[in-house]
C-alpha cells in the first residue's frame, strides 16, 4: 500500500518547501495543487481563510487536502496587513517597502506573526484544524537572504535575527508555522496510523 495522498493548497513553491519540511517522517505523499485551480479567500480571519482552501481543493481533487493561510499583523498599524498580507503588494520587495514606508519612523514595532493550518476530507469537511503566533518585531530596513515574504523584516529578539537570517530549521522551530504544525503533526500522525486517510491507489 501506498502512503496516503495529501494535496497541498497552494501553488507557492516557497510554501511547500516549508511544508515539507514540517511533515519530514510523516508517512504521506505532499502535492501540489493542480495548476489553475484557484481558491477565492473569503474568509476574514487567518483560520476561516484555511478551512475555506483545504475544503475546495479537497472536494475539486478527491483528495485530502491541507492548506494554511498566514500573515503578518503590526500593532501599530491596527493588526494590517493581517488577512490581506499576500495581496498587500505585486511582489515580495513591494509588499515589503510598502509597509515599511505605512510604519514609517513609528517607533512602537511590535508585531505577530499567525498561521492557521487546516485539513480536509476528501467531501471537504475539515478533520483538523491547528493555529500557532510568532511575536516579534519590524526593522526598518531588510536584513537576511533567507526565507520569503516579509521574512527580512520580521525580528525575532530571543534570535537576535530576523527569519531571513535564521536557518531553516531554526525558522522552523519558532515560526508560527512551526508552532502551528507542532500541533496539528500528532493528530495527523494518529490519524494515519489509524488508517483514516487511506492509501493511495497504485
Not at 11 to 25: A, I, V, Y
Not at 47 to 69: S, Y
Not at 92 to 110: A, C, M, W, Y
Request: net charge neutral; hydrophobic share 40%.
Amino acid at each position: 500500500m501506498n502512503p496516503p495522498v495529501i494535496v497541498l493548497a497552494t501553488g507557492n513553491q516557497g510554501k511547500l518547501r516549508e511544508f515539507q519540511d514540517h511533515l519530514q517522517g510523516i508517512d504521506c505523499q505532499l502535492r501540489l495543487k493542480p495548476e489553475g485551480l484557484e481558491v477565492e479567500e473569503t474568509g476574514t480571519t487567518f483560520r476561516e481563510n484555511a478551512e475555506i482552501k483545504a475544503a475546495q481543493i479537497a472536494q475539486a481533487t478527491g483528495h485530502w487536502a491541507i492548506a494554511d493561510d498566514s500573515g503578518l499583523a503590526v500593532d501599530a498599524l491596527g493588526g494590517r496587513p493581517g488577512v490581506y498580507s499576500a495581496r498587500y503588494g505585486a511582489t515580495d520587495p513591494d509588499r515589503i517597502e510598502k509597509l515599511l514606508k505605512e510604519l514609517g519612523n513609528q517607533p512602537v514595532r511590535s508585531a505577530q506573526f499567525i498561521c492557521a493550518v487546516a485539513l480536509a476530507r476528501p467531501d471537504g469537511t475539515i478533520a483538523l484544524v491547528a493555529e500557532g503566533i510568532c511575536p516579534g518585531s519590524i526593522t526598518s530596513s531588510p536584513m537576511g537572504d533567507n526565507g520569503f515574504g516579509y521574512d527580512p523584516i520580521f525580528y525575532v529578539p530571543s534570535q537576535g535575527q530576523t527569519f531571513a537570517q535564521m536557518t531553516p530549521a531554526v525558522k522552523r522551530s519558532l515560526s508560527h508555522r512551526g508552532q502551528a504544525f507542532k500541533k496539528l503533526i500528532p493528530q495527523l500522525v494518529q490519524m494515519i496510523q489509524a488508517g483514516q486517510l487511506g492509501s493511495a491507489p497504485n
